[in-house]
Every structure is written in structure tokens, then in C-alpha cells.
């Protein structure tokens, strides 16, 4: 992520440890209730995922109305594989990725799109998707460089919320380094007096992430090698206490309903599971803008012990 932003942030962010003070702050905060229970998720039986989903749609995708069970569109899928960024873990529980075909295309059809067939239906969409690990770094190491650092967070923001919502965490960052290198006594910069999907988001991108993300292009432009891309949603689920094989096919489930249609900003959604059976229970919950005086912030991350 060679941008602007981080020649914006670089200077300052990590020479007065930006990262970890802000994380402190919120940490301090009293009342987390609204997002964790006191049992630690490894050892429920049902635990709550904390998701979000982001959907984009291109100049093109635009132009090209959204499948419905009325009006089907078909597409061929393509499972690019398993990727990791950020610390690694051994042992990575990942689900077979038959499975996750296999949750990705219940998903599509549920929302109307079906697999094509070349003797009675031609694809029109290229639907590739990819799944993995989006890690923190490892706290201290002292040949790792601040820029990484800061491309860790910020990829781990855009994930979550989209190019967006990084510029933004990136601006809330030089606030803050700024306001320090000045003598200033800052918060959060504005992020602390937000709104408690704002604060959620936010609690997503400090700590690890599993995700999923789900391409569609136009089928025609890949065959002619151009490779137009009508839409893309990013899926991801808070990693704390949880493992990838029981958390990848809810998180696609939940999505569903956004593929192929653009989202205003991040969806926010909490569902819970069932490990005795593996199944997902009810619909899921909304993260709604609540009054940012009650300040639901996390405490020290999750054990990850069920993880990966």
C-alpha cells in the first residue's frame, strides 16, 4: 500500500508509539459489555463472531443490474487459494477448500446467482475468491521498520472498511503523532468521541482477522485478457477465541446478501454459532451508531487459544 497516506503518517506515527498508547486508551475504557462476554470465546459453546462485509461496484459493475432469484446470472467460481499476511501461526486449522466452494456457491445462489453450464448457459461472471489470515506483528521487534508497522494496520483497515476508512485511521494516526511531537495531551483523535459501530470497526483492525474476499468480473473481458472487475466484497471475522474452519462458512452466509451490491460504507454484523453442531443460530445483528457517550471499547484482545 505505497500511498499518500503513509508518507502522510510515516513521519511521526511510530517515533512516540502511536499504535500501542491508542490500543491503551481504549483499553481503559469501562464498559466493554456490548461486544464481549466474560467466559472467553475458545470455551464457549456458542460464540458470538464478530464480522463486517464490504462490498464495492465499478464504473462498470454499475452497469450491469445485480442477479435475483427472478433473474438469474451465471457465473463460473474460482478458488485462488489461501493467503497470510502478518505474524504467522503454525497449525492453521483451514477448512478444506471444497467446503468453502461449496459455501460460496450456496451463498451466490441464494441471491440469484447460478453456475453456468455451457449447454444451456454461458457464464457471465468470473466469480474468484481467496481466504486467510490478516495478523498483527509481532510487538517488538527492532529490525522490523515503522513503515511496515503502518502497512499492517492500514491494510487490516481498507480490509475492513475499504479504502476509506483507512485514509481515515491514517489521518486519526498523524493527529495524534502530531499533537504528541507538539506537547499536546490528545485523544484518540476524533475516533474517541465516535459512534460505536465507528469504535467496532476500529476494535476490528487492532486485532487479528480471518477473511474472505470475493471478486466478480466480466467473463467476457477475462477471455479477451482485460480482466474487467464488476464488483468485489470483502469479508472478514474477528480471529479471538475462534478458528478458521468454524468461522469461513458463516462468514460467507452472512455476506450473501450484499454480493453484487454495493454497500454504504462497512456492514457491521454479529451472529453466533453452535460448535456442538456447527450450525449458525438465527439471523444476524446489526452493529447500529449508538450514543458515543456510552463508549463501548475493547479490553486486552481475546486469548486466541482455539486459533488458528
Given amino acids: 500500500m505505497k500511498t499518500p497516506l503513509l508518507r502522510l503518517v510515516l513521519p511521526a506515527l511510530f517515533a512516540v508509539g502511536l ?13 466493554s459489555s456490548a461486544y464481549f462476554s466474560l467466559m472467553p470465546k475458545a470455551f464457549q459453546s456458542r460464540p458470538q463472531l464478530d464480522m463486517t462485509v464490504i462490498t464495492t461496484v465499478t464504473d462498470a459493475g454499475r452497469l450491469v443490474a445485480p442477479a435475483s432469484p427472478d433473474h438469474p446470472v451465471y457465473y463460473v467460481v474460482h ?49 474468484i475468491f481467496t481466504w486467510g489470515m490478516h495478523n498483527r506483528l509481532p510487538p517488538i521487534i527492532a529490525s522490523m521498520s515503522p513503515e511496515a508497522r503502518a502497512k499492517n494496520i492500514l491494510e487490516r483497515a481498507a480490509l475492513v472498511g475499504g479504502y476509506g476508512f483507512a485514509r ?19 485523544p484518540y483523535s476524533s475516533f474517541d468521541n465516535q459512534d460505536t459501530k465507528t469504535q467496532y470497526l476500529t476494535y476490528q483492525i487492532y486485532d487479528d482477522l480471518y477473511f474472505v474476499v470475493a471478486s466478480a468480473y466480466d467473463y467476457a473481458s477475462v477471455a479477451q485478457g482485460k480482466r474487467t472487475l464488476l464488483w468485489r466484497t470483502n469479508m472478514t471475522v474477528n480471529t ?10 458463516p462468514l460467507i452466509a452472512t455476506a450473501a446478501p450484499f454480493f453484487g451490491r454495493e454497500t ?8 453466533r454459532i453452535d460448535r456442538r453442531g456447527q450450525v449458525e443460530i438465527g439471523q444476524p445483528t446489526v452493529v447500529e451508531y449508538m450514543d458515543p457517550s456510552a463508549k463501548p471499547a475493547p479490553t486486552e484482545p481475546n486469548s486466541s487459544a482455539s486459533k488458528p
Wanted: charged residues 20%; negative net charge.
Fill in 19 to 31: 499504535v500501542h498508547a491508542a490500543a491503551s486508551e481504549r483499553n481503559s475504557d469501562s464498559d
Fill in 79 to 127: 478458488p485462488a487459494g489461501y493467503r497470510e499476511f502478518g505474524e504467522s501461526y503454525a497449525g492453521v486449522h483451514q477448512p478444506p477448500t471444497a467446503d468453502l466452494e461449496r459455501a460460496m456457491k450456496k451463498a451466490l445462489a441464494s441471491q440469484g446467482y447460478l453456475p453456468a453450464t455451457e449447454a444451456v448457459h454461458r457464464p457471465s461472471l468470473l466469480v
Fill in 168 to 186: 481515515r485511521v491514517g489521518q486519526a494516526f498523524e493527529e495524534r503523532a502530531l499533537g504528541q511531537l507538539a506537547g499536546l495531551s490528545l
Fill in 240 to 249: 479471538a477465541g475462534v478458528n478458521m474452519k468454524e468461522t469461513l462458512p
Fill in 264 to 271: 454504504a460504507g462497512t456492514e457491521a454484523l454479529q451472529r
